[in-house]
């Protein structure tokens, strides 16, 4: 490959030192240094050069939790963000006008308050014979209709499930809403179905990896959980489309999946092999996080979750293997539960930070945990998207907790690993700038600056699957992964930042994407 030098802009770093450049050489797919003047480069041999005209190059993003997958189908299908119930049905009767039997009616994103108490009844009078299967915003809760309940078997007498609730009216009858329902033949048998496509499989992950390029995502932690994914994506690599480099995670919870997925085949610099993913607890708006205290307006709801017992049998035979493990876990008895956990096995804390264990979300945090994840070297894989309603989230919290909730500043001062990310499509947006934009400008004090966000979207996602020597910034010998930007951010007004558009991605040094 020629050695490329791109003159004639500022090159942002984000290294040890702040860096700040004009140039960027890039050499067989690495950074080879950042330069003053192109002057600087004589006697290097021919070198093709890019004038970058005044723009700006950062390192390219690194989302640190994403579903590629379900991101792809959800690209195509039916949202609901602030949709009424008559709206959603609206739109559902509009897409799916003709229905096959049996076809699965299906979309994402309805949620309270905008559509407050959905019933089952309502669904049964426009699909009375197909299933409707519609996925609360968050990805843990769903509205059904009659028609899913029965093939869900799940009736009156059904009893709720170890981590799950199912919504009943005041004479037991279910409603129609399922709360972190685990486990349930009929929905896994579609779920599942749609994971071992390999059709669905190979158009899903073409679409959301492009528009990740778009967005300047040039990594991506993937909640990969299937073979037949795994499949897919090493067809895309072969074929020369896998524009993305992958950390491909599998499922703990689904056993034959997790055997499946270790016989898998990796690359160590496009798609390795990623953290166990683990579950323990629901989310905020579904009020199935697991939280100390009770939700506003209620007696005994603390949410549900894993006690630390059963986190323990979770844990120990990944620590036993040295292996790291993702948890989900949203509410703060969910931490604490976690950490307790981690208490039981290691006492002290022998050998457990080099495991880079990770919690992901975290958004609410009892501030007496945060020296507890330091001494376990616990990472926080957070996703700043999720601040996009503080209104909501003191409606579902209280004042007090909404104003502790996603805790940034003080896990940065406190000296504990903090990445961000999406959670696409769990989140309303994937747009690294949408994310910086509410990480660096959210009122109270836990905002962070716009540096320490652009490194935790960066390095700090790197050093989370481990490849901090590699990526995460523009120095000497890192993979030359690197955005041009319409602006500065760093010398544009903070308020601005959403705005900030990626003109084009480079992966290896080659162009991936350009803006039209």
Not at 179 to 185: L, S, T
Not at 444 to 473: D, H, I, P, Q
Not at 489 to 503: G, Q
């Amino acid at each position: 490959m020629a050695t490329t030098l791109l003159y004639n802009g500022t090159v942002i770093t984000l290294d040890h030192e702040n860096r700040i450049g004009s140039c960027l050489l890039v050499k067989d797919k690495l950074i080879q240094g950042v330069y003053d003047s192109p002057e600087e480069c004589q006697g290097l041999g021919p070198i093709a050069q890019v004038d970058l005209g005044g723009k700006t190059v950062i390192p390219g993003f690194n989302d640190n939790h994403i579903h590629l997958n379900f991101l792809g189908d959800s690209l195509e299908a039916l949202h609901f963000f602030d949709k009424a119930e008559a709206e959603i049905v609206a739109l559902l009767k509009e897409r799916f006008s003709h229905p096959q039997k049996r076809e699965v009616v299906f979309g994402y994103d309805w949620d309270y308050p905008a559509c407050k108490d959905p019933r089952k009844e309502t669904l049964d009078a426009a699909f009375p014979d197909n299933p409707v299967i519609l996925g609360q915003y968050g990805g843990h809760n769903l509205w059904v209709n009659s028609f899913t309940l029965r093939k869900m078997r799940i009736d009156r007498n059904t009893p709720d499930p170890a981590d799950g609730l199912i919504c009943r009216d005041e004479n037991g009858e279910p409603t129609g809403i399922l709360k972190d329902i685990p486990g349930n033949a009929f929905l896994n048998a579609w779920v599942i179905g749609r994971l071992l496509s390999t059709k669905i499989n190979r158009a899903n992950y073409l679409e959301a990896l492009e528009r990740c390029s778009a967005y300047g995502i040039t990594s991506a932690q993937d909640n990969t959980w299937s073979f037949i994914s795994m499949i897919a994506i090493r067809r895309l690599y072969k074929q020369g489309k896998l524009k993305v480099r992958l950390s491909c995670w599998s499922h703990g919870e689904m056993a034959a999946f997790r055997y499946l997925f270790k016989l898998q085949q990796f690359n160590p610099r496009w798609f390795h092999n990623g953290p166990v993913k683990y579950f323990i607890d629901g989310t905020f708006t579904g009020s199935t996080a697991w939280l100390r205290e009770p939700y506003p307006g209620t007696d005994d709801c603390h949410g549900f979750g894993k006690t630390k017992e059963r986190l323990a049998k979770m844990l120990s035979p990944r620590i036993r293997r040295r292996q790291q493990c993702a948890f989900h876990a949203i509410g703060d008895r969910a931490v604490s539960e976690y950490l307790d956990a981690l208490e039981g096995l290691a006492p002290n804390g022998a050998g457990i930070p080099a495991l880079r264990l990770r919690l992901e979300h975290a958004q609410l945090i009892a501030p007496e945990d945060i020296p507890r994840l330091k001494r376990y070297g616990v990472l926080i894989c957070a996703q700043p998207s999720a601040l996009n309603n503080p209104e909501k989230d003191k409606a579902i919290l209280g004042e007090d907790r909404a104003r502790r909730a996603y805790p940034y500043r003080s896990l940065l001062d406190a000296g504990i690993p903090l990445s961000f990310g999406s959670d696409a499509p769990g989140e309303k947006s994937f747009n690294p700038f949408i994310g910086l934009h509410y990480a660096v400008n959210r009122q109270g004090g836990e905002g962070v600056t716009l540096l320490e966000a652009l490194r935790c979207y960066t390095s700090g996602s790197a050093y989370a699957e481990f490849m901090e020597k590699e990526k995460g910034c523009l120095a000497p010998g890192m993979l030359a992964d690197f955005l041009v930007l319409s602006d500065n951010p760093l010398s544009i007004d903070a308020k601005c930042l959403k705005d900030v558009r990626v003109e084009k991605t480079f992966v290896d040094g080659s162009l991936v994407y350009s803006s039209p």
